[in-house]
């Protein structure tokens, strides 16, 4: 079943983002109008999918790269498709209670990711135990308990939990966070294309699949590999390239990849949603 979405999404069944609120993930699911619906873990979004249900999951950045857990679960999962991609721009705040000056911060909660983006921004300011948390707006919530803290977060999430802003703009260089809108309807058009695949671990096996692009003329934006989990040292490739499923069909290069992998997997043509 194929779905054609326009700009403006409406989706009664429920958008779902990593939470808690004032998320990064909540604001570009903010992007798409209905009914926002938090949860606790990227794979939990996935789960949560049903036939009308979205989904908006992190995908890349470009400070810290791929984000395996979406990466994962996009392989492993039968009957999820890639609708859409949002990017945002990521602008990170160091953030406490009200009552809470600098100088008396001694830890620091936030996602993973957002500290690795930021770390070297506040080890000038002494700032060095820091504590990863599931979100970024888990971490306010945090910080907003705790007197000795504060946050790496949005200021969407500072001023969601009446946090004081102490430093802003913390990040270490351009920061963005492609998100993608995912859900259980296979759209054939649109700006990119995303494939998985596995090869024979042989010479040249690689080879032969980015060949079939070379000679189409078919630009790829991206590729990456991640190990399966199933067999060890065992690899799959995530691959973005220019154009849409249905073009890649008319002109023979999905039959042509099927030909020269040991696994395909078609995860859908994507358009850009304009941030503003």
């Not at 808690?20 to 798409?32: D, M, Q, T």
């Not at 790269?65 to 498709?81: A, C, F, I, Q, W």
């Not at 990521?90 to 909660?109: G, M, N, Q």
């Not at 010479?203 to 190990?227: A, C, D, T």
Request: glycine share 6%; charged share 25%; aromatic share 10%.
């Amino acid at each position: 079943m194929t779905r054609s979405y326009e700009n403006s999404l409406v989706d009664p069944d429920g958008i779902y983002y990593l939470g808690p609120k004032g998320s990064f993930s909540h604001e570009a699911a903010l992007k798409i109008e209905g009914n926002h619906i938090e949860a606790s873990s990227i794979s939990e979004i996935f789960d949560k999918l049903s036939t009308n249900a979205i989904g908006v999951v992190p995908v890349e950045n470009t400070l810290e790269g791929p984000v395996n857990e979406t990466l994962d679960n996009l392989y492993t999962r039968k009957g999820v498709y890639v609708n859409k991609r949002i990017d945002m721009k990521i602008d990170l705040v160091l953030a406490s209670r009200p009552d809470v000056e600098l100088e008396s911060v001694t830890k620091v909660y936030s996602h993973n990711h957002a500290i690795h983006e930021a770390r070297n921004t506040l080890s000038k300011l002494g700032l060095t135990n820091f504590i990863p948390v599931n979100s970024t707006s888990k971490a306010a919530q945090l910080a907003l308990e705790d007197k000795q803290s504060a946050a790496i977060c949005s200021r969407f999430a500072a001023k969601l939990y009446g946090l004081k802003i102490l430093k802003e703009n913390i990040q270490d260089g351009v920061n963005i966070t492609r998100f993608l809108v995912v859900s259980r309807e296979l759209t054939e058009v649109g700006e990119r294309t995303i494939v998985f695949f596995t090869v024979p671990d042989v010479p040249g096996s690689l080879f032969k699949v980015l060949e079939k692009f070379y000679l189409h003329n078919v630009n790829l934006s991206m590729i990456y590999s991640r190990p399966t989990k199933i067999i060890p040292w065992n690899y799959y490739f995530y691959l973005e390239f220019e154009g849409s499923i249905s073009e890649a069909k008319r002109t023979g290069l999905l039959d042509e990849l099927s030909k020269v992998t040991q696994e395909l997997k078609i995860v859908g043509s994507y358009t850009t949603i304009p941030v503003t």
